[in-house]
């Protein structure tokens, strides 16, 4: 079992920034690929970036690509998503998850947090 908590979110101005964060409760945290996904209003959650486990490979959403950076650091059970150049579509609870492999689809994951909110102003 793993446990996550996101946190990190709030209310940006269009063009800024902000950074989430996954902690997770297991030391062997390492061993989980990690996923950030979003859920806007009345739309179906989407896939943002994921990491593996040794933070080696790396995959991005394409409408993200150029402006968020997912990373982990094994060492504090904790991965981040670095959001720049933000866009009003970017507003949405932004959830993270672990799965044994990395994954873009959202069933492939076994655990996730209960969710942080972003919302950008335009």
Excluded: H
Aim: charged share 20%; with cysteine.
């Amino acid at each position: 079992q793993v446990q996550l908590v996101e946190s990190g979110g709030g209310l940006v101005q269009a063009g800024g920034s902000l950074r989430l964060s996954c902690a997770a409760s297991r030391r062997t945290f390492s061993t989980y690929a990690m996923g950030w996904f979003r859920q806007a209003p009345g739309k179906e959650r989407e896939f943002v970036a994921a990491i593996s486990g040794s933070g080696g490979t790396t995959y991005y959403a394409d409408s993200v690509k150029g402006r968020f950076t997912i990373s982990r650091d094994n060492a504090k059970n904790t991965g981040y998503l670095q959001m720049n150049s933000l866009k009003p579509e970017d507003t949405a609870v932004y959830y993270c998850g672990a799965a044994k492999l990395v994954r873009v689809r959202e069933y492939d994951y076994d655990y996730w947090g209960q969710g942080t909110q972003v919302t950008v102003s335009s």
